[in-house]
């Protein structure tokens, strides 16, 4: 009889604990589409994924950051669901002739920012390209003015038009580079 009760007793237990170790079913994360994701409020305190790239034709300096879920991959890896990367694209300031000017470092001098771009990857978020050969894999883009929040006119098209060759680099054109520079 008492041994009866020790196995009733073990068993609710076993229940109880078990019912304890099941996570509770994931909320349905959201799927962001083309020209959807938002500029995360906190992207310039994430690692930078690469800075002052210098950009002599467009007349540019761009700097890269990289959430810490994508700061996570390794070189060879593709970037996991859950990565954000953002750009910041500044004009470089320009001479009276319209030559850009050059620091002491040889660099473009930074002048304004004109606009951020956004690229991002989750579970399922590439199934709404179309056409369905434009896909970057699970990569959608954004584009946004200097403010972060209002829309840029850039069509997203041409954003997974270019990046789309890279398709061993995980769509990323300086992914060599990233994880070569990177000290951590
Ligand atoms: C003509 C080619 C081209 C087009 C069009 C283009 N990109 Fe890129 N993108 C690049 C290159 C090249 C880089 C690497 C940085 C650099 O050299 O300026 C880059 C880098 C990026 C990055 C940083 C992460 C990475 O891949 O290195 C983001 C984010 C990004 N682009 C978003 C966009 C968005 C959003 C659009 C469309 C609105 C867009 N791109 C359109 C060529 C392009």
């Known amino acids: 009889m008492k041994y009866v009760k020790w196995v009733a007793t073990a068993t609710i237990l076993t229940t109880v604990l078990m019912g304890c170790a099941q996570t509770p079913p994931a909320p349905q994360a959201q799927k962001y589409k083309d020209g959807e994701l938002p500029v995360p409020a906190n992207y310039k305190g994430w690692p930078k994924f ?31 669901n859950g990565t954000i990367s953002v750009m910041e694209i500044y004009k470089a300031r320009e001479a009276a002739d319209g030559t850009p000017l050059k620091g002491a470092d040889g660099k473009f001098v930074k002048g304004d920012l004109l606009k951020v771009a956004v690229m991002g990857k989750g579970a399922g978020w590439g199934e709404s390209v179309m056409p ?9 883009y954004a584009m946004y003015m200097a403010d972060g929040k209002t829309k840029a006119p850039d069509d997203t098209v041409t954003c997974r038009a270019c990046h789309l060759p890279l398709t061993d680099k995980d769509y990323i054109f300086r992914y060599d580079e990233y994880f070569q520079k990177r000290i951590n």
């Not at 950009?55 to 810490?68: F, G, H, L, M, S």
């Not at 369905?132 to 959608?140: A, F, Q, V, Y």
Request: cysteine-free; aromatic content about 8%; charged content about 30%.
């Open 50 to 80: 690469l800075s002052e790239i210098q950009r002599a034709d467009t007349k540019q300096v761009r700097e890269i950051y990289i959430n810490p879920i994508g700061h996570s991959t390794k070189m060879g890896e593709a970037f996991p």
């Open 132 to 140: 369905p050969d434009l896909r970057n894999g699970d990569w959608i």
